[in-house]
């Protein structure tokens, strides 16, 4: 049985126990986690609190050290990571290496710099006297993260806050508890010392109260969170009562403009990946086509017939996708389907919905009926009122609509609200650079998909997306140390900025 660690303790199993179960045979339980409640978090943050003075303290250069030893071990257990990655959230075993290996990117990153925290000196407008700035850690951090990406995206929160010298009370998603615990592993074994990474496992409610009750008591100094747009507004408003601004990812409606002159097959391999890869279950997953009318039928019709011929089914094997990520993602998923009108087009699969035991996919091992599988869908005709062109869907399912000039498709891109990710694919450089300028998005792909950022670049989004937060890269330093500027007067006398300046 798992349970939350705090202060190196891990707590004793309770009442209320989460089974975490494998979505490609629904029967098969992967781990059996014990729920803590907002008590327990609470007391979390005030361990983390108390051990932050000690961690503060170590030089930056040897904080960095420790981000090199979990790389490391990161690394080395790349294989086992991801495996248990593809058996607790179904993710496809190529696309679970692929986040390992974010991991060890972020750490590559962030390890150097360790050495390179730097501050500036600044000239005074004063003789005599100095002006310098630091980066100091902000304090305790609470990470909140989903399940999609049950590593990496905790690894975007967790290596850079405890470099800049924070300490963390993660509470990761329950039905990725197994992958939480394994990558509770690598940094216990780097050597973070007790109490400067501890883990929760609660539910969101309890989550919720103790997060409520710990800001209250003023012992948290920054949230971040990855997860809903709905969720992420309740933690910004009850962060901002406290004055606090918090780190927030959330969803994305993100669209691919495939314009008159794009190199259609091309376009094509890129929906597939970002539709349908991870199931459509990434923040960055392509939710509507924009084609230009004079391509639109070309496209429709690659599209389908790629999608046609990718293989659905037992993520350890080499598919397009596996199965959801567990019974929620699964049952939101069947809400969306819901949304097909009678006025769209639904191509993609021989049939929507669930995969059944008498329909299985090619490439499909086990008995189908028992896992969370579902065929890719392609839905034409969407208009701007429909609900699958205005909400997120998280699940295998494409949009397609038409457009007749750029303005008219920037303006269907930015449309739903949100503002993540934004793909383009054209061979005209002019057109390059007027999407890029009038797209809401935070990240822009030109001739590639809205999935797949790489680590070291900002990642974040505007609108309903997030707070314009960003991730990732030297950005992030911002999200967790706070500048100190220091002026040292070493003149002798009482000099007064703007008062006492010389004239010249
Ligand atoms: C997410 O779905 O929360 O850009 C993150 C990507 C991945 C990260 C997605 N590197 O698709």
Request: aromatic share 8%; net charge negative.
């Amino acid at each position: 049985m798992l349970s939350s660690v705090i202060g190196g303790e891990r707590l004793a199993p309770g009442a209320r126990v989460h089974r975490s179960t494998n979505p490609s045979r629904t029967a098969e339980v992967v781990a059996e986690v014990s729920l803590a409640g907002a008590d327990d978090l609470v007391r979390a943050c005030a361990v983390a609190r108390e051990a932050q003075d000690a961690w503060r303290d170590v030089p930056a250069p040897v904080r960095g050290q420790v981000i090199a030893a979990i790389g490391r071990l990161v690394e080395a257990n790349k294989g086992a990571l991801a495996r248990v990655v593809t058996r607790e959230v179904g993710k496809p075993y190529a696309e679970a290496l692929g986040e390992v290996q974010e991991i060890a990117d972020t750490c590559a990153f962030f390890l150097g710099e360790g050495r390179r925290l730097y501050g500036q000196t600044v000239p005074s407008e004063m003789p005599d006297k100095q002006l310098f700035t630091f980066r100091d850690p902000v304090g305790v951090v609470t990470v909140i993260t989903a399940g999609n990406f049950p590593v990496a995206v905790p690894s975007w929160y967790i290596v850079p806050a405890l470099l800049c010298g924070n300490t963390v009370v993660w509470k990761p998603a329950e039905y990725a508890a197994a992958c939480a615990e394994a990558f509770y592993e690598v940094f216990a074994h780097a050597g973070v010392p007790d109490g400067v990474l501890n883990v929760v496992h609660a539910d969101g409610p309890e989550t919720y109260r103790g997060l409520e009750r710990a800001l209250g008591e003023g012992l948290v100094d920054k949230v971040g969170f990855t997860g809903s747009t709905e969720v992420g507004s309740r933690i910004g408003e009850l962060c901002g009562r406290h004055l606090q601004s918090p780190c927030l990812e959330l969803g994305g409606k993100n669209p691919m403009v495939v314009t008159e002159d794009a190199e259609l097959p091309l376009a094509v391999e890129g929906a597939l990946f970002s539709g349908f890869g991870t199931a459509g279950q990434r923040c960055t997953s392509l939710g509507t086509a924009i084609v230009h009318e004079s391509v639109h039928d070309e496209f429709v019709r690659l599209l389908d017939e790629a999608t046609r011929s990718a293989v659905v089914g037992d993520p350890s094997g080499g598919v397009l996708y596996g199965p959801m990520i567990d019974e929620r993602f699964a049952a939101g998923f069947e809400k969306v389907l819901g949304w097909i009108e009678p006025h769209h087009t639904v191509l993609g699969s021989s049939a929507t919905g669930r995969i059944t035991a008498t329909a299985p996919r090619a490439g499909f091992d086990g008995d189908p009926a028992a896992g969370l599988f579902y065929h890719p869908v392609i839905v034409d005709g969407v208009r701007p009122s429909d609900a699958l062109f205005t909400h997120e869907t998280f699940g295998p399912i494409i949009g397609v609509t038409k457009y007749q000039t750029l303005d008219e498709a920037i303006s269907l891109a930015n449309a739903p609200g949100y503002g993540l990710s934004a793909s383009i694919y054209t061979t005209d450089p002019a057109t390059v650079f007027a999407f890029r300028r009038r797209i809401s998005a935070g990240m822009v792909s030109v001739n590639n998909s809205t999935s797949g950022a790489e680590a070291h670049l900002p990642f974040g989004g505007n609108g309903r997306s997030g707070n314009g937060s960003r991730q990732s890269g030297v950005w992030v330093l911002d999200q967790f140390t706070r500048w100190q500027s220091m002026n040292w007067d070493h003149s002798g006398r009482l000099q007064k900025a703007q008062m006492d300046v010389l004239e010249i």
